[in-house]
């Protein structure tokens, strides 16, 4: 999947890149998978729009130099990987 900056949304740039991008590799023969976070409905829906579906939910867990502990990341807390 890509990103866009917000200023330049809505110009349809996710979507022909996206197709560019999964043309591109089915031509060299690669599995194509993408991951999103749950709450990113606009990933999701292109994703959909593609003919991705979900395979299966992934944490995401951050570690941190010198912290033993292991910290959930509030921006992702969990990845939906989605292939196709």
């Known amino acids: 999947m890509v990103s866009t900056l917000?200023?330049?949304?809505?110009?349809?740039?996710?979507?022909?890149?996206?197709?560019?991008?999964?043309?591109?590799?089915?031509?060299?023969?690669?599995?194509?998978?993408?991951?999103?976070?749950?709450?990113?409905?606009?990933s999701m829906g292109l994703a959909a729009k593609m003919g991705f579906h979900e395979t299966g939910l992934y944490d995401w867990i951050v570690f941190e130099p010198n912290d033993i502990s292991v910290k959930e990341d509030p921006q992702h807390p969990q990845i939906l990987k989605s292939s196709i």
Not at 10 to 39: D, H, P
């Open 6 to 42: 917000p200023e330049a949304r809505r110009f349809g740039l996710a979507s022909l890149l996206s197709v560019r991008l999964t043309t591109e590799m089915f031509k060299m023969q690669e599995r194509v998978f993408g991951y999103t976070a749950l709450n990113n409905q606009k």
